[in-house]
């Protein structure tokens, strides 16, 4: 019988599924619900359409997704061929043509003998081998599949997420470990005094705000994802009663409660993030860096993901996908992209191609070694697969989930070029 796979969604992740599948000659019934029915953000028709930034961030092996976009380029990726063919000038980013890089992906896959193209929308699970790659803005008639199939509280369909900044960019002599009432050294604390609350307060205040797309408009923010700046407008004293509320913390170095308190909770095991509580926010991704850079210690903070609240659906996916992103309760059934739990557009393309890739070696009866954590692409697929359960939020590729060395390298570019070095020898002993 001829082996096939149906993949749902012609974005990054279900491009990059096809074609590592069609390239190993399993057959592919590409399905796509455009031009029949789109989305509220697509305008093309075209594949793996890019609807924000036209770029795929770092190229350089020192950043995390520079790693991943390499590891990529050695294993095949057709997103990395069509980023290659079509990229415009961008200093250290990788940034596209986008209307090129669809039209080379699209191109592609309509001319691959092995992958046929079907446009139209699914509102069931197709039967037989099928890799679901419909993205943040999935329908919801599908959704509703995937929730009846999965079981109820599977999937997010408002993300409010705080940013998560790199514990080694912190500086540590303005922070202190502790909780309230000396319950444990699980925080970071960070003190401000009344003045330096007062600044952050007014910053924070007239910082800018990201716009609010169309679909977005009708979400109700609850009180627990309350937008850190819509807390302030409440009042000058409602963050200092609310999330920097100083109460049961002491400072070791006056033995003083402060005036208000920022508080910061591992983000991993390993103690390599930490994610600021609280920190819901709406402000552009620039005015966070600079505003929250105001907290004392985090001057200098490396941010690995910065604070969103949208709508995003994803699934999630600790406990209910493998490291293969495959369905623990159905493997025929693989969930590829955002809505699998990762972040980003490399992300997404690199879960497709491990979806494709695992699973085209199954069918062909050959036995294909998962991708350890020390590589980019294994450490996303283990977040995805056991992340922190039921606070799990979609992450963009860090070097924070990435297993650290054996040994201590203080230069952090050189500890991470080394890091690469390794990851790069697992990748290329793999073909």
Known sequence: MTKSVTVVGAGLAGCEAAWQLAQRGIHVDLIEMRPQNR?????????????????????????????????????????????????????????VDRNAFSGFITDKLYSHPCVSVRRE?????????????????????????????????????YDAVAPIVSAESLDMNRLFFGSRYDRGDDYLNAPMTKQEYDDFVFALLNAERAPVHEFEQSVNVFEGCMPVESMAERGHLT????????????DPKSGAMPYAVVQLRKEDEMGSSYNLVGFQTRLKFGEQKRVFGMIPGLKDAEFLRYGVMHRNTFLKSPGILDERYALIKDDRIRIAGQISGVEGYVESAASGLLAGRYLAGELCGQET??????????????????????????????????APLDYKIRNKKERYQTVANRSLKEIEGSN
């Open 121 to 157: 929308e699914v509102t069931q699970i197709p039967d037989g081998y099928v890799i679901i790659a419909t993205g943040p803005l999935t329908s919801d008639a599908f959704a509703e599949r995937i929730i009846e199939y999965c079981g109820a509280d599977t999937l997010s369909f």
């Open 239 to 250: 963050l200092a009663h609310g999330p920097l509320k100083p109460v049961g913390i002491r």
């Open 39 to 95: 989305s509220p953000v697509h305008v093309t028709d075209g594949f793996a359409e890019l609807v924000c930034s036209n770029s795929l961030r770092s190229d350089r092996i020192e950043n995390a997704v520079g790693l991943l976009k390499e590891e990529m380029r050695h294993l095949d990726s057709l997103i990395m061929q069509a980023a290659e063919s079509t990229r415009v000038p961008a200093g250290g980013a990788l940034a």
């Open 369 to 402: 070694d998962l991708f350890s954590n020390r590589t980019a692409i294994g450490a996303l697929a283990n977040y995805v697969a056991k992340g922190n359960g039921s606070d799990f939020q979609p992450m963009n590729v860090n070097y924070g989930i990435i």
